[in-house]
């Protein structure tokens, strides 16, 4: 037997490796639960209210109320901007947004939660700048952080739907159960190292275009499809040359991501603004048909749309370059690894698990 058909044969994804009080992804259902609340639930009160249930559910020391946290990270990004700022040429010029923001985290030493979110935001924001040849703007430290950090990137002031269009986009991705980067940075907590090699961890796997990777290519796509009419034969001609179609599918769900419907009330707020017109329709048409094709291709295999579709719509239409999606995936989803960081220290066992050897019998 191949050694791929050996893996799905086993089911060795299936393996429970911690116990966990943060979230739970329910793949039959199709439900999220974080902190005990459902994600419908969530997207509604704002990204700091979630990040202090996350934190108090994961036993992360710091702020315990939003205002609290609101607070302490508007000083933590003042102190990452002066940080990330001295230390510039060691991550910025990186062309890989991914590998700049790694080698930030990478630098930083001692760091807090929040300085960890906020030096997340902070480099985003900072290597977006630099590359649209603009300069960095300073941190407002009294600013709601979503607002502060799409100032940041964009250059200017964000309207309210702008922010809360945000806000809903990183409260859906800021924690998802046992995903690979939340599992990276438990695996290197659990061997008694600190956060930031966790975290530098995370990212690296983040990077991967089968997890945080997904977005701007789904744009690619988009833009290569042009219009609604299209998309039969261009999906066609990609699953016959062997290539997958990004933002559909999904290792845990059986029926569609509920973060797509959870993108799904950040678009309404924008398509309120007029925001996202063309383009999201576009994309159901796109979805529609990708899912029509790949049920036929794999009837028992259930193949909808992931977070990434709809994150890639989103995003566009606040005005982030899609050659930083994952970055901005990263600054939702560091709330989510802080809290396991902070669960898994508290566990304090060496995550160790067996592979099953498959290679020769010794002579
Ligand atoms: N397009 C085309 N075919 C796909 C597919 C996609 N997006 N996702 C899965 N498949 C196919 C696989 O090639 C496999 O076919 P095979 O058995 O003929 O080789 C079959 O469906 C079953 O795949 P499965 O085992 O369920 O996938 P997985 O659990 O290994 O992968 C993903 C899950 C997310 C990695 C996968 O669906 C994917 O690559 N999606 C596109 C990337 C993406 O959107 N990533 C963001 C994830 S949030």
Request: glycine share 8%; proline share 5%.
């Amino acid at each position: 037997m191949e050694l791929r058909e050996r893996v799905h044969a086993d089911g060795l994804d299936q393996v429970i490796a911690a116990h966990t009080a943060i979230s739970d992804v329910d793949g039959e259902r199709g439900r999220l639960v974080l902190a005990g609340r459902s994600l419908d639930e969530l997207a509604e009160v704002g990204f700091e209210a979630v990040v202090t249930a996350l934190w108090q559910a994961g036993g992360v020391a710091g702020p315990t109320e939003p205002a609290a946290l609101s607070a302490a990270l508007g000083a933590a990004r003042v102190r990452a901007d002066r940080e990330l700022r001295a230390r510039r040429d060691a991550w910025v010029h990186l062309s890989d947004p991914m590998d700049a923001l790694r080698a930030a985290v990478a630098g930083l030493t001692g760091a807090e939660p929040v300085d960890l979110v906020a030096t997340v935001a902070v480099a985003t924001a900072g290597w977006i700048r630099t590359r649209a040849d603009a300069p960095w703007l300073d941190p407002d430290a009294t600013a709601p952080h979503v607002a502060d950090l799409l100032r940041l990137a964009t250059g200017t002031a964000p309207s309210p739907a702008m922010t809360d269009a945000l806000a809903r986009y990183l409260v859906t991705v800021c924690d998802h159960g046992m995903n690979a980067s939340t599992f990276a940075a438990r695996v290197v907590t659990s061997t008694g190292s600190d956060a930031v090699s966790a975290v530098v961890a995370a990212i690296g796997a983040l990077k991967g275009p089968l997890h945080g990777g997904a977005p701007g290519p789904v744009l690619d796509m988009l833009d290569a499809i042009g219009e609604p009419e299209a998309a039969h034969a261009w999906l066609v001609a990609e699953l016959a040359a062997g290539r997958r179609i990004m933002g559909m599918g999904h290792r845990v769900y059986r029926v569609r991501d509920p973060r797509a419907a959870a993108l799904e009330s950040a678009l309404a707020v924008l398509e309120r603004h007029g925001a996202v017109g063309r383009r999201l329709a576009l994309a159901r048409a796109v979805e529609r048909e990708a899912t029509t094709l790949l049920t036929a291709r794999h009837p028992d295999r259930a193949l909808r749309a992931n977070v990434e579709f709809y994150t890639a719509v989103v995003l566009e239409a606040v005005g982030l370059p899609r050659g930083a999606f994952a970055c901005v995936f990263a600054c939702g989803r560091v709330a989510g690894w802080l809290a396991h960081i902070a669960e898994q220290r508290a566990c304090g066992r060496l995550i160790r698990p067996q592979s099953r050897y498959v290679g020769p019998a010794a002579a």
